[in-house]
């Protein structure tokens, strides 16, 4: 099992305010955490507020400020140090990784019709040389997250949050990225429209060849979608594994604090805890 | 089944398709007050443009009557007692001084004598938006003058100093708020982008700035100006003046707008994109708010054209020959007007509907731009 | 004898784009002591039809006549027939309580937890003010806030997300309604805190005897806490009936929908089966059964395209909105 990822001792903090002499005041987010994300794999990354899961997520796209530790980006073909890139070397990365955010409607610019908004990563990059050739990335990725080409001219204002959150994923795939973090991107949708969405990302991940990081509140989603997970409490993991393990034996008293919360669909059962007795496959 | 008529469909696909700018102008256009207060604006802009060719006489004291000093506006009639004509006349006015006045220039109004209104009269030289040479003016009368606001003491049209005090206050304005505008943009600009140390170095500049008292700066600036300057360069330096002193309020709203905007996700899209921070000022800051700062250049309109008749009513800004709203007021200021010459106060209604009309279409303006970002229901 | 009877409400909304429909036709009772759960989607209308209760809708809603809410007791009160402020207050905080999802917004950020506590008292009882500190104190202490005499005293944003849910309740329950309509009270919480927070409603319901009419779109919490469900969709009630029936046995095809579309935690490699196609925004309201262009199950050209089908008993108290010849 190779790593795409590789993160050794991790350490995120935040200036809490400025001070005009000495130093503010810290919170440490991500504390001395160490993670494996192994290629093409569905990874879950769990949490209540406070966990420092989308901290997390985001100091792996150098979108939040490392103290400390060392991230390792590996794919066969290029390999860097993400808490230590150089311009050129972070220019190469952009265009390997991207992320889908939790809110639809703050996610896309309201200004920009959506043909514009999934192909916005394409011209920033130069990975394309004509609009012609933009205009056929676009309809292909487009195609391939179920958006009806007819929409491509609308603003995002004329869509549904569940078609809002399919354009956000063909804006994160258009570049044709190796790893996408997922930050809670069915959270703000509908349970009918969740499934749906959840489904895609798995058949593109199919498709495309594609590792996720899933960052999520939502035990049952993660449980479902994904091939392991990391539980974290207050900045750090405290367990990890295969999802199937992790639900059927849980071993840190947070874990099983957190599966235990989780209501059961059985008004006779108190919580949908997975007995360890049930025969799972693999 | 849902009753989708090509109509209906046509009209959603228009909703689907519109860019924000469209959009705000069909909320713009919904709201009555504001339609309304546009055109008057669009109106009153126009005929300031067309000021020289609008007013009758020479607004200086070149074009002055001095037949007629202190006189009564004159109005257009059809009918008076000797019977009714087609065209609309006013009577002839007379000044005489003989023994009977005690040597004192009498003014008389001869109602035998009709002066018939004509159209495009050849008058007064001027020239038309600063580079036309012309001569003819929409209005005038043979055999004498016609004051539709009357005159002042020195026997100027009052109704053309108007007209072209209205363009010149705009263009004051037009100077003052353009350089607030660049002021505001840039330095509010770097303070909400940057954010940190950068930003508490310019809000403390800023809050310096607004709080300098206009009016004793424009006294020293006043004290400082050459007597001799020309108009020109004294309009100039004001509009300089008020300009530098406007900006403050405006790099605020740059600078908060900015920072929300800033942290919205789609610019972090942008950014995990490998946007440079050009492309995300250019692509997604600016546009976010280049309704508002429409909005805020129209309110600012009316506060800079208020400061100018502030300044020169009180002698600090421009003086005659340049006629701007304080500087008719200026005229205005003895009793003896105030009781005997009321209509030296008409240009005060024009200038009144003037900041009206800017203050309706600038709500108008932000209430159509407020709900831009359709958000969650 | 039901406490509370919401007989054809029929709600909609003046907007720009024209009138907008967002209830139709609800009808349900809730019995004294009971739990009913509200569920449904956005745009199911649940929330609409709480506020409607509590006549907290803004000034754009048109009520139509033939709309009843009924608050029963001595006397019995019809809620459209209240027009002044003050006639609206046994509903508003006193028979009836609300709490929201966002307890942040529903407190006053500059006043005290205690004194809008005793504010609320004050306005709804004869109580003096220092009877009133020692219910709220006590109150407090029993939604399981520690060292509530010194939390009494702190403002809102002292608290965590958790204890102001509590004191929420706590606030509500001062005034011992008859009925707490609950909105979505554990959306905004993490799963741990909002399993304290249900244990806790459970055993205040037990306590006080009192009814609650809880909305939320997440049917695990329902099915913990409430005694009969309804679900709503499109400003409709699909299905209708105890807790157990309809979980158990779902009648309509919605009901079906949304159970199957949640994660199944007993078979972790099932695939999710969404619902296909997309909430239909509100100013394309599909004809006959709101649900029909979604349902899967139904064959094209259908009675359910045309006509609107009426609630059919399909087992003991439980309802569905289904044509008699399709209940199985």
Request: net charge neutral; glycine share 6%; charged share 20%.
């Amino acid at each position: 099992m190779t790593s795409l990822v590789s993160v050794e001792n991790l350490t995120v903090t935040f200036p809490l305010g400025q001070r005009l002499f000495g130093a503010p005041p810290t919170l440490r987010a991500v504390k001395n955490v160490s993670l494996q994300i192994p290629k093409g794999s569905f990874f879950g990354l769990v949490g209540e507020s406070g966990s420092g899961k989308t901290t997390l997520g985001r100091a792996i796209l150098r979108a939040a400020p490392i103290e400390d530790g060392k991230i390792t980006y590996d794919d066969g073909s290029w390999t860097c140090n993400i808490a230590d890139m150089t311009k050129a070397q972070e220019r190469h990365f952009r265009s390997l990784t991207q992320m889908i955010f939790q809110d639809p409607y703050a996610a896309l610019s309201p200004r920009m019709t959506v043909r514009d908004i999934i192909a916005e990563p394409l011209e920033v990059l130069g990975l394309t040389k004509t609009r012609e050739e933009t205009d056929m990335r676009v309809r292909e990725i487009a195609g391939k997250c179920r958006i009806n080409l007819e929409h491509l001219r609308r603003y995002p204002h004329a869509f549904s949050g569940g078609q809002r959150q399919r354009i956000s994923i063909a804006r994160a795939l258009a570049t044709g990225p190796k790893f996408v973090v997922a930050d809670e991107c069915v959270a703000a949708l509908d349970v009918s429209i969740q499934a749906d969405i959840l489904n895609l990302l798995k058949q593109l991940q199919h498709n495309l060849d594609l590792t996720f990081l899933f960052i999520s509140h939502d035990l049952s989603v993660v449980a479902h979608v994904c091939d392991y997970v990391a539980v974290m409490y207050l900045g750090e993991i405290v367990e990890e594994g295969p999802t199937k393990q992790i639900f059927a034996n849980p071993q840190h008293s947070y874990t099983q604090a957190l599966l235990g919360a989780i209501p059961s669909l059985d008004p006779d059962q108190r919580s949908r805890v997975i007995r360890s007795d049930r025969n799972t496959s693999k | 089944m849902m009753h989708n008529t090509s109509q209906s469909q046509a009209a959603k696909e228009a909703y689907f398709t519109a860019s924000q700018r469209q959009l705000i102008w069909a909320r713009f256009k919904k709201q009555r007050t504001a339609m309304i207060a546009a055109v008057v604006l669009i109106v009153m802009i126009v005929s300031g443009l067309m000021a020289p060719f609008l007013s009758p006489y020479d607004p200086t004291i070149a074009g002055r009557d001095k037949d007629y000093t202190n006189g009564a506006p004159q109005i257009p009639m059809f009918c008076d007692s000797a019977g009714c004509a087609a065209r609309p006349f006013i009577h002839a006015v007379e000044r005489e001084r003989s023994i009977k006045t005690n040597f004192r220039w009498v003014t008389k109004i001869n109602e035998d004598k009709r002066l018939y209104l004509q159209f495009f009269v050849e008058g007064s030289r001027y020239k038309l938006f600063g580079v036309l040479p012309l001569d003819v003016h929409l209005f005038g009368v043979e055999g004498g003058k016609i004051h539709l606001f009357g005159t002042d003491e020195d026997g100027q049209d009052i109704f053309s100093r108007t007209l072209h005090a209205i363009w010149t206050s705009m263009k004051v304005g037009s100077i003052g708020v353009f350089i607030a505008f660049v002021l505001a943009l840039a330095i509010g600009g770097v303070a909400g982008y940057y954010g940190g140390v950068i930003d508490g170095v310019l809000q403390m500049i800023t809050d310096a700035v607004r709080t300098v008292p206009a009016i004793p700066l424009f006294m020293a600036v006043a004290a400082f100006m050459p007597p001799e300057m020309t108009a020109e360069a004294r309009f100039f330096y004001i509009s300089l003046i008020l300009g530098f002193i406007g900006w403050p309020t405006l790099a605020r709203r740059v600078r908060t707008h900015l920072l929300t905007e800033r942290n919205q996700e789609y610019i972090l899209a942008a950014q995990l994109s490998g946007a440079t921070s050009s492309h995300v000022i250019r692509r997604h800051l600016l546009p976010s708010f280049t309704s508002y700062i429409i909005v805020d250049l129209v309110i600012s309109f009316p506060y800079m054209v208020l400061s100018e008749t502030a300044l020169s009513f009180i002698g600090l800004g421009l003086k005659d020959p340049v006629s701007s709203l304080g500087v008719l007021l200026q005229k205005a200021t003895s009793a003896d007007v105030m009781l005997n010459y009321q209509w030296y106060f008409i240009p005060v209604i024009f200038f009144i509907v003037l900041v009206m009309a800017f203050v309706f279409v600038g709500d108008g303006l932000r209430d159509a731009a407020d709900p831009y970002s359709e958000a969650a229901s | 004898m039901s406490l509370l009877t919401v007989d054809n409400l029929t709600i909609q909304f003046r907007t720009d784009e024209g009138l907008i429909t967002a209830v139709e036709n609800v009808s349900f009772d809730i019995q004294p002591g009971e739990v009913l759960g509200l569920a449904g989607e956005s745009g199911s209308g649940k929330s609409v039809t709480a506020k409607a209760i509590m006549q907290l809708n803004g000034y754009n809603t048109v009520y139509d006549p033939g709309s009843k809410i009924v608050l029963h007791g001595d006397p019995d009160i019809d809620v459209f027939s209240l027009r002044r402020e003050r006639d609206m207050l046994p509903i508003r905080g006193g028979a009836i309580s609300m709490i929201f999802q966002e307890p942040m917004a529903s407190f006053a950020p500059a006043i005290t937890v205690g004194k809008q506590m005793v504010e609320q008292l004050q306005v709804h009882t004869t109580m003096s003010k220092s009877q009133a500190k020692e219910l709220s104190v006590e109150m407090l202490d029993r939604v399981g806030i520690t060292d509530p005499h010194r939390r009494f005293d702190q403002y809102v944003f002292e608290y965590s997300g958790g204890m102001r849910q509590r004191a929420m309740i706590a606030m509500a329950l001062t005034t011992k309604p008859r009925l707490l309509i609950a909105d979505e009270p554990t959306t905004a919480l993490d799963v741990t805190i909002q399993r304290q927070v249900i244990d806790l409603m459970k055993e205040l319901i037990d306590d006080f005897g009192m009814s609650i009419l809880f909305i939320t779109h997440d049917l695990g919490v329902i099915a913990q806490t409430a005694d009969q469900l309804a679900v709503m969709y499109l400003g409709r009630i699909m299905e209708r009936g105890p807790v157990r029936n309809v979980l158990r046995n779902p009648a309509h095809a919605y009901t079906r929908g949304l159970l199957n579309a949640l994660p199944n935690l007993e078979d972790l490699d099932a695939p999710l089966m969404p619902i296909p196609g997309d909430i239909p925004s509100p100013l394309e309201r599909p004809s006959g059964c709101v649900f029909h262009p979604r349902n899967a199950e139904l064959a094209p050209g259908s009675r359910y395209e045309t006509e609107v089908p009426p609630m059919t008993e399909v087992g003991p108290s439980h309802f569905a909105a289904l044509f008699p010849e399709d209940v199985r």
